[in-house]
């Protein structure tokens, strides 16, 4: 299909895009064999993320105060930076000088026939686009901002991207190897990230920290350190955001965030876990799921229990999660309907669209309360663990925590579950208040 005056119009928050092909028809890697460019509808919220996280980073000052050089690392259709430029406020998209970069010439060609169909309506910032090797590419000068969202993993492409980052900057890291990062593929996931996953319902949060572990080992070798800004795991991917920050001392402490992952754990795994600040606890004579433990603390790596190394602190911040809220997506993301829409959408198609931007956000801002607290618990798990009858809803759990005056919050993460700084003792009486043991 040529471009000139041809493609498909489709609509994604509130950016218009040019594609070959009906979005449904691209949804894996075959799409640039068959002449196709990939998009894929799944991962919007993904996109609307980090248009929020950008405003939020711009605005808190992570990515210094001049021009923001931004990379959208594997393009494809080249909406992501498109969004960027689109969905933020003149104000802060006239400071971004953004870069697509593919391997596939003929994607980058339909991502600027969409930039000139469809030029951002805030008339901010610069977009050019550089056909090759990201490895490559990224090397040509220093970014505040690097978006890397490959087919399968991430891994080939974090080291130069780190080398490639400003002093104080933002990385976004996917991952689609989720039989790997989630411990189904044992040998895929020590090949590539070194560590074990125990497949349970964590197991996504524990790839996710296999992610963060991974990644500050590679900011460390190149004198960086990285704080997290918020961690997804949705649909088939994982997701993780994160500073970046230039400095030895920072860099040195890496161990310190670096630990294990332990169902069911003993009388003195729990101990040394509380002991080192990495659980909330005062009496232990009922033992919790799991709790995190150090680096150094001597276990066998082989314990079918075990998971690790992975990132043992808080999997996002505060402030970053807190911004993700319903009303600061839909200004800056929510389409508005208008009768003369060019792709002639009704008010039904325009109130869809708007309820899948609501619901990339769902539960993040709720959840940076309790971001830093230990126990992310999956709501099955715990009715199974007590022996109680059908699990508590997330909702009602966290209502009960919350009113014996403990923080706590429903969790963002892919299965119904909450997550909360009470002790472990509070946690059970609260269960049990609401379903008492079979
Ligand atoms: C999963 S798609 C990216 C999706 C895109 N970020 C989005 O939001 O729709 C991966 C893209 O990476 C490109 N690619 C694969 N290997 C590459 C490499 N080494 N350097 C640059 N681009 C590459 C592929 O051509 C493909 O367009």
Not at 206 to 211: A, F, L, P
Not at 387 to 414: C, D, F, Q
């Amino acid at each position: 299909m040529s471009i000139d005056g041809g493609g498909v119009p489709h609509r994604e928050g509130r950016t218009l895009m040019l594609l070959p092909n009906l979005p449904e028809e691209s949804q894996g890697p075959g799409a640039k064999a068959s002449g196709k460019v990939f998009y894929n509808p799944a991962m919007a919220g993904s996109r609307t993320r980090s248009v929020l996280l950008f405003r939020h980073a711009m605005d808190e000052g992570m990515l210094g105060d001049g021009t923001v050089y931004a990379l959208d690392g594997l393009t494809a259709s080249g909406l992501r930076a498109r969004r960027w430029l689109n969905e933020l406020s003149s104000e802060r998209s006239s400071r971004i000088s953004a870069t697509m970069v593919d391997l596939d010439g003929s994607a980058l060609e339909w991502a600027e026939a969409s930039h000139r169909e469809f030029p951002p309506s805030n008339g901010g910032g610069s977009l050019e686009s550089t056909k090759g090797d990201l490895r490559v590419a990224v090397l040509s000068s220093g970014r505040h901002w690097v978006d890397i969202d490959p087919y399968g993993s991430p891994i080939p492409f974090i080291d130069s991207a780190m080398q490639s980052m400003a002093r104080s900057g933002v990385m976004e890291v996917s991952a689609t190897d989720t039989a790997a990062l989630t411990g189904s593929s044992r040998t895929a996931l020590m090949r590539r990230y070194g560590a074990r996953v125990r497949t349970d319902s964590l197991s996504h949060d524990s790839g996710m920290r296999v992610m963060l572990a991974t990644f500050s080992r590679v900011a460390a070798r190149h004198d960086r350190s990285i704080v997290p800004l918020v961690s997804v795991w949705d649909s088939h991917h994982l997701r993780v955001s994160f500073r970046v920050l230039k400095g030895v001392s920072a860099a040195n402490e890496l161990e310190d965030n670096i630990g294990w992952r332990v169902h069911s754990p003993t009388r003195e795994e729990v101990l040394a876990s509380i002991g080192s600040g990495l659980h909330h606890g005062s009496d232990i004579e009922q033992l919790p799921m799991h709790c995190m433990l150090p680096l150094e603390f001597p276990l066998d790596r082989s314990d079918p229990r075990v998971s690790g190394p992975l990132w043992v602190g808080p999997t996002g911040d505060k402030g970053a999660m807190s911004s993700m809220t319903e009303e600061r997506a839909l200004e800056s993301c929510g389409p508005e309907f208008t009768i003369d829409d060019p792709l002639g959408w009704d008010e039904r198609r325009f109130e869809a669209e708007r309820r899948k931007v609501i619901r990339s956000v769902r539960h993040i801002s709720e959840e940076s309360e309790v971001i830093s607290a230990s126990h992310l618990i999956v709501v099955d798990d715990l009715a199974a663990w007590l022996g109680t009858g059908a699990p508590p809803s997330p909702r009602k759990i966290v209502g009960t925590l919350r009113e014996a005056g403990h923080p706590a919050g429903v969790s963002s993460y892919g299965r119904p579950s909450f997550r909360t700084g009470a002790p472990w003792e509070s946690i059970v009486e609260a269960a049990m208040s609401i379903q008492p043991p079979m």
